[in-house]
């Protein structure tokens, strides 16, 4: 088992003993912990771009299926001068890294520790944790790297997270023993209510 599938199991494992450990009956996935006086309880917190990730970037870099093709570093700056505005090098945009053609010739480089943007078939979208319905599931808007989602309720999956696609994907999933309600969705948390006897 490599290491990026043991980290997802030692998660999963530490979520299921949350859960069985749960005082009130409530189940939860994702989000930030609640303590007894709301009765909920959670592992893990969701990160959140900086607020200055996107800042001043004006339109998000296209990717290949845009109306024109990504822009390398000598192009964008022909356009800077030309336009006297900054130019985004999008042929070396990243998920962590923003290349910037300014109109004096100076090239800026904005980089990030983590992901602030995800590669999407219709360009680059700022990171969004928030869940959202997504073939009969729950899963975040954007997120890079793995995909993640959440049961919507009945009696699939509570959580799964999977890596790759094809015969090369490695999926792991964490289930409730019995059908699970509706959950309650607020930003990137679901809580699960009643889910054991008070």
Do not use: C
């Amino acid at each position: 088992m490599d290491g990026h599938l043991r980290r997802v199991t030692a998660l999963l494992v530490a979520v299921a003993a949350a859960v069985i450990g749960l005082p009130g009956g409530v189940a939860w996935a994702g989000g930030a912990p609640r303590l007894p006086a709301g009765r909920q309880v959670g592992i893990g917190k969701p990160w959140r771009a900086p607020s200055s990730a996107l800042a001043g970037q004006g339109r998000l870099p296209e990717l290949g299926g845009g109306a024109r093709p990504p822009l390398d570093v000598a192009t964008a700056v022909r356009e800077a001068k030309a336009s006297g505005r900054p130019v985004v090098a999008s042929a070396l945009t990243t998920a962590t890294q923003l290349v910037t053609a300014q109109p004096d010739g100076v090239i800026a480089v904005k980089s990030y520790v983590l992901p602030v943007r995800v590669a999407t078939g219709r360009g680059w979208v700022p990171v969004n944790t928030s869940l959202r319905p997504s073939g009969g599931r729950l899963a975040p808007a954007a997120v890079p790297g793995d995909g993640v989602s959440f049961s919507a309720g009945g009696t699939g999956p509570m959580a799964e997270i999977w890596h790759g696609s094809g015969r090369s994907q490695a999926r792991l999933a964490l289930w409730w023993p019995g059908p699970l309600p509706a959950p309650d969705v607020s930003g990137p948390s679901a809580t699960y209510r009643n889910v054991l006897p008070a």
